[in-house]
Nanobody, 123 residues
Framework: VQLQASGGGLVQAGGSLRLSCAAS????????VGWFRQAPGKEREFVAA????????FYVDSVKGRFTISRDNAKNTAYMQMNNLKPEDTAVYYC?????????????????WGQGTQVTVSS
């Protein structure tokens, strides 16, 4: 499966962005989808994941209540709505996929990656 993330940009603190992850090449509903981010000088971290059918969802504690992950299998696209953005959310955001035969977590199990999209939150 090939993935392409989009929707990043520059926003002020408190603002919102919606990231999209468009999939092609394989049946999208056969994969879990995760969002990850990497800030300058830091390791890549897990942000959120949604199971192949959308029923299972997990978030890292720092984004709970602010970010919402979702997917539309008919459109081969996953989303992450990000509200009340903070400067510490600044990072390159990546989407990734894992075959549904495997568990949704741990986050280290994602094998298919898209290119990142930059999110910058100014204070």
């Amino acid at each position: 499966v090939q993935l392409q993330a989009s929707g990043g940009g520059l926003v002020q603190a408190g603002g919102s962005l919606r990231l999209s992850c468009a999939a092609s090449g394989r049946t999208f509903s056969m994969y879990h989808v995760g969002w990850f981010r990497q800030a300058p000088g830091k390791e890549r971290e897990f942000v959120a994941a949604v199971s192949w059918g959308g029923a299972g969802i997990f978030y890292v504690d720092s984004v709970k209540g602010r970010f919402t992950i979702s997917r539309d299998n008919a459109k081969n696209t996953a989303y992450m709505q990000m509200n009340n953005l903070k400067p510490e959310d600044t990072a390159v955001y990546y989407c990734a996929a894992r075959p549904k035969a495997y568990p949704l977590l741990p986050s280290s199990g994602y094998d298919y990656w898209g290119q990142g999209t930059q999110v910058t939150v100014s204070s």
